[in-house]
């Protein structure tokens, strides 16, 4: 039982464009979520995150909106560069901080 | 610099014996943990470990898996009898505070159960 899921596998975008990674989670008790990056043969890295009060939160050229009604959040990625290229993980938790659900990832590909 | 390190990278072994997974976290960070990734699957999270306190055992699929952190340091994650439905990536991550942004994942076993 996912509660965490992100449906497209895999997205193929041209560099400079705008990416958009998708998630979405069933549990209406998350309250803070994250973003993680990962490259091959590598453990993932923290990229971004976002609480429950803010529908929005802006790091250079990664922003995530969260959309608590459609239990939907989104990664957007501008201008998106090659070494962007990763697989993407979307984590959610319910205020309980030893405990994360994580999405299957959704593997980026940036082409130069 | 020292990043959370796991060992073996790679292993392989026979449906029925026992694999013991190693993390070694970053110095001084008291919350540790264990997740897991099968093919086409998120992160599952295993087992939290938190300085002296019990640890979370929550997430552990069967009573074959257990997991020790040892000075509350080095972690141990231990499964017997390990079937091919293990067959996985077990990832360690370590943090200095409980919480999330602050988490530094390893590299990852990749287990393989022929």
């Known amino acids: 039982d996912q509660q965490v899921k992100q449906n497209s596998p895999s997205l193929s975008v041209q560099e400079g464009r705008i990416s958009i990674l998708n998630c979405d989670y069933t549990?209406?008790?998350?309250?803070?979520f994250l973003w993680y990056k990962k490259y091959p043969a590598e453990g993932p890295t923290f990229l971004i995150s976002i609480s429950s009060i803010k529908d929005k939160n802006e790091d250079g050229r990664f922003t995530v909106f969260l959309n608590k009604s459609a239990k939907h959040l989104s990664l957007h990625i501008v201008p998106s560069q090659p070494g962007d290229s990763a697989v993407y993980f979307c984590a959610a938790s319910g205020g309980n901080f030893n405990k994360f659900y994580f999405g299957s990832g959704t593997k980026l590909n940036v082409k130069p | 610099g020292a990043g959370v390190s796991q060992s073996p990278s790679n292993k392989v072994t026979e449906k029925g014996k026992d694999v013991e997974l190693r993390c070694d976290p970053i110095?001084?960070?008291?919350?540790l943990y264990w997740y897991r990734q099968s093919l086409g699957q998120g992160l599952e999270f295993l087992i939290y470990f938190q300085g002296n306190s019990a640890p979370d055992k929550s997430g552990l699929p069967s009573d074959r898996f257990s997991a020790e952190r040892t000075g509350g340091s080095v972690s141990t994650l231990t499964i017997q009898r390990t079937q091919q439905e293990d067959s996985a990536v077990y990832l360690c991550?370590?943090?200095?505070?409980?919480?999330?942004?602050?988490?530094?994942f390893g590299p990852g076993t990749r287990l393989l159960v022929l």
């Open positions: 549990n209406s008790m998350f309250d803070y």
């Open positions: 110095s001084g960070h008291t919350a």
């Open positions: 991550a370590s943090s200095f505070v409980q919480g999330v942004e602050t988490q530094y």
